[in-house]
């Protein structure tokens, strides 16, 4: 079964760290998003990317970078991680550029920057 | 800029109650709306969504209706079961935005026996 994946589940850090998240979905979706869960706030979006070399920033997205190599992974990268990114990260993926489609998550990866 | 309201937490019921959970948007011309449901430990998965004015969109016992005249989209079930304990996100996505979801902040919903 197509599904999307992230890892690690779990990471600690140091504050100034370089931190990449691995996002990898078998669906062959060409639109790809990465989300900050935090509480009181939802989900918001860091950066997207609509298909191989595309990538766009989202409403948050200082101090992260993501780059698409392949259909497959959306890797982000903390630059120098900081307290205020600790947070849950959601990966997802979708099929369609229209605003009708339906978007896959990942189980989330927890960040702790200490 | 477009955005999403969602009535605020916790939401505690007994089994068998009546659900609602309110959903108000804000967005220039007309979104597609989606309510997203969070399990325990685990990442979002659709629950339901409508494309335009008056559609209702249903799973699973829920239902929403796509209120243009109210932007509105509220979360309704007849009976809800303990499994239904979860966090409900009411979302967003903009004509021409290419699928970027606003999501609201999520409403916690505890449901005891």
């Known amino acids: 079964d197509a599904e999307i994946t992230q890892s690690p589940r779990h990471k600690i850090t140091e504050t100034g760290r370089q931190v990449t998240l691995a996002c990898h979905q078998t669906w062959n979706h060409n639109n790809m998003f990465w989300y900050r869960q935090d509480l009181g706030h939802g989900l918001r979006l860091i950066h997207y990317?609509?298909?191989?070399?595309?990538?766009n920033k989202g409403e948050v997205s200082d101090g992260y970078s993501v780059s698409r190599s392949n259909t497959e992974d959306l890797p982000l990268t903390l630059e120098s991680a900081a307290s205020s990114q600790t947070s849950v990260y959601f990966c997802?993926?979708?099929?369609?550029?229209?605003?009708?489609?339906?978007?896959?998550f990942g189980p989330g990866t927890r960040l702790t920057v200490l | 800029g477009d955005s999403v309201t969602q009535m605020e937490g916790p939401v505690t019921l007994s089994e068998e109650a009546f659900l609602t959970i309110n959903c108000t948007y804000t967005?220039?011309?007309?979104?597609?709306l989606f309510w997203y449901v969070q399990y325990p430990g685990e990442g979002l998965q659709l629950l339901l969504k409508?494309?335009?004015?008056?559609d209702k969109g249903s799973n699973k016992g829920f239902e929403a209706t796509y209120r243009k005249e109210t932007t509105s989209f509220h979360l309704e079930k007849g009976s809800v079961q303990v499994s239904d304990s979860a966090v409900y996100f009411c979302?967003?996505?903009?004509?021409?935005?290419?699928?970027?979801?606003?999501f609201g902040a999520g409403t916690r919903l505890a449901v005891h026996p």
């Open positions: 990317s609509y298909g191989v070399q595309d990538t």
């Open positions: 409508a494309t335009k004015a008056d």
């Open positions: 967005a220039t011309g007309y979104p597609s």
């Open positions: 979302a967003l996505s903009s004509r021409g935005g290419y699928n970027k979801l606003i």
């Open positions: 997802a993926s979708s099929s369609l550029a229209g605003g009708t489609d339906t978007q896959y």
